[in-house]
């Protein structure tokens, strides 16, 4: 199975407004972005433990302090996509433009469609740069970050290693040695086939929502991966 340079984004919405959500997901939502729904920015950085969006987009007409809001993005993911929609008017748009955001989309602009695509575009054309991807696993190996059918995935960092083997060499199947040697080191472990074989697991239980990709052993040469039947 070949590897592709993956051209995905990842979207966070924080807004309340069932209505706005609806909008949104029906406006940008599709295989290649990915949008996850916040309805308070405290709910949004409590995610950012395990995952990290591209893309944050916030409802203005919330009752969030939008200046603080971004120092505290810009500290965390000073690269992040900083959007604004239902600001009130031109005025608005400009405090928060000069406080950090990148966008800021009043109500009635024409634009927002156009804008809200533009935005996720250049999310996705930069990721394509640095995401790889086996069927529907993505693996970004900068950021240590692999997602399964559209969702973000939290590894530890050993079942991250035995990923990032699978990655590295597909589509070559690994040996037990060779995986052991690329996650553990120069372990001198003594049970390499079985610390292997139970991270398998682990790796295997944590994708198996992917319905495009496994992870078989083929006797004699290894581990890989190979597309579902």
Not at 134 to 155: H, P, Q, Y
Not at 163 to 186: M, R
Request: glycine residues 4%.
């Amino acid at each position: 199975m070949q590897r592709f340079r993956a051209a995905t984004a990842t979207v966070a919405l924080v807004s309340r407004d069932a209505g706005l959500v609806e909008v949104f997901q029906s406006l940008i939502l599709e295989e290649a972005t990915s949008v996850a729904v916040y309805p308070s920015f405290e709910g949004m950085l409590s995610a950012l433990m395990t995952t990290a969006p591209d893309v944050v987009v916030f409802d203005d007409r919330a009752e969030f302090d939008a200046l603080q809001q971004m120092r505290l993005l810009r500290r965390r993911l000073p690269s992040i996509h900083i959007l604004y929609v239902n600001v009130v008017d031109e005025s608005r748009s400009i405090v928060l433009l000069r406080n950090g955001a990148d966008d800021a989309i009043t109500t009635s602009a024409p634009t927002l469609v156009a804008r809200l695509q533009s935005a996720t575009r250049r999310a996705r054309t930069v990721n394509a740069g640095v995401r790889i991807a086996v069927g529907d696993i993505v693996f970004d190996r900068e950021a240590g970050r692999v997602w399964c059918a559209g969702r973000e995935v939290s590894l530890t960092p050993h079942e991250l290693g035995v990923v990032d083997c699978l990655f590295w060499h597909t589509p070559t199947p690994v040996n037990i040695d060779t995986l052991s040697d690329f996650v553990w080191g120069e372990s001198s472990s003594t049970n390499r086939r079985s610390l292997v074989q139970v991270y398998i697991s682990y790796v295997r239980k944590k994708l198996k929502d992917s319905t495009q990709v496994a992870i078989r052993f083929a006797r004699g040469s290894g581990y890989e991966f190979f597309p579902r039947d």
